[in-house]
Structures are given as structure tokens and as C-alpha cells.
């Protein structure tokens, strides 16, 4: 693993480097971004740049000097990351020291890249529905920040289950996504995902699918994408587009022709630009 903070790579990552008043620790006042790499050049980079900022703005910090975060991206990738296959680069921005409560003054933010080599995930896999809801309400719905505790619990209780990953439902009930994944599923012969209004992120994964593949963007119970969906399949940075075999106690085609046509093209056009 490389990181660097604010300017310098730390010669030891695992080492102290964060301010204990940092607001991104003692509260998760703070925004993120996992980008994929590819043999050490960084994929849709832009695009979650883009949506760095985007989730800065929401939170009400500063907007990230997006030239610094390149340089820090740089640094971490300049020594050798382009013999790993695969690497997650995160990129992390908080609001930086701050009064130990939840009202902020003070600053300046941080900013901290790090990298490490990553697997490449399995073709399929299994989800868990869990009864916590996403709050498509709240202050922070939509927004990549780090509070991530809910997340946390909700993989937690997936995993305990026997899955490797955790499907929620928001308040209304309504398929929302996973806790580090976006769902598409096919219904009626239709491909379909949780419009953004789900309290959904906007996954970067999920927008290009959206654009390549042809979905359409609806919001239904979760309950009956899971009894009815003939196949289904999770999104991410991480995963790209991985075939859902199990869902709760349902049983599904994995992949389903729907599914296996995504990740045809999804291949395909990752193959042809990494900034997409
Ligand atoms: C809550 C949540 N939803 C969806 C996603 C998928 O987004 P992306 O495709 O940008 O990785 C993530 C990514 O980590 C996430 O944390």
C-alpha cells in the first residue's frame, strides 16, 4: 500500500498521519472516492473527480484543488502500481482539524491518497436483504461521504448471512442499492435500475451501464424485483458487472442473458477508453 497526505507520500502508511481533531475521524465530516486501476493508469478518474466535487459541495466543504488531487494520484502510482493488474486507488477529502463536536471551525481540509493492489472480484455472487432502510430523505443521500457505519453493519449482517453484499430497501420500500454497489435486475424483459431519487448513489459504474446498456431508471418494492427479477446484477467500481446467484432464498440464473450482453460490453468498452 502507498498514501500520501497533503502534498508528501508517507514512508509508512499504516503509521499515524491524520490529526486526532480531524473532522473526517472524530465525526466523518469528509467525502471519498474509490477509483479502479488497470495495470497503474486509473479508470473514469474524471468522472469521479467530478463527483468528488460534487459530494464536497453537498456536504458544504470546500471544493477539492482537483490539480493537487492528480498529483497526489500520480505520486501514489509512480512506483511500480503498473505491475498490479489491478489497484483501488482512495481518495479521501475532509473538512480537516476541527472542534471535537459536530459544529465546525478550523481547517484547513485534508486530502489523502492511497493505494493498494486488488483481486479482481468473482463473475457472481450472493446478496442479503437487510432491515435497515436507506434514508432517500436525508441530509447526506446521494452524497459519497464518509460516514460509512451504516454500511458496515448492514455488509456485516450480509455476510453473516452468507452473502457478499447487502441489498436495502429505502423508506418507501423501494429497491435502493447495495452498501458499496449499485442493482440493475430485468423485469418483464426489461432492463432496469432505482432511479437516483431512490437515495441511490449516482455510481459511476451505474451512469455508464445506464448510457451503454440501456436501462431504464424506475423505482419498485424491493420485495418484488426480488420474487419476480428473472436475473439480476450489482455494479460497482470494484465489481463492474457481477451476475447476482442468489438473493436471499431466490435462486438465479447467473448470469442470465442480460447480464452476461452487460458484461460483454462492459469489457468491451472498458477495453477501448479508460476515460470514459
Ligand atoms: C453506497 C454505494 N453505492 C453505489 C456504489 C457504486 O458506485 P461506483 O460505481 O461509482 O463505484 C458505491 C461505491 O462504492 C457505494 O459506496
Redesign the pocket.
Known sequence: MRAWIDGSLLADPGQGAVAVTDHGFTVGDGVFE?VKTIHGTPFALTRHLARLERSAAGLGLPAPDLDHVRAGVAAVLADGADVDAMGRLRITWTAGPHPMGSGRGGGPPTLVVAYSAIEPAPRSTTVVTVPWTRNENGATAGL?TTSYAE?VIALAHAQRHGGSEAVLANTAGHLC??????VFYVLDGELRTPSLASG??A????DLVVEWCGAREVDEPLADVRDRASEAFL???TRDVQAISRWDDRDLPAPGPVTERCAATWADREAGSMEP
Open positions: 474509490a459519497k454500511n442499492e447495495g452498501t458499496g454497489s449499485n441511490c448513489l455510481g459511476i459504474t451505474r455494479v460497482s467500481t
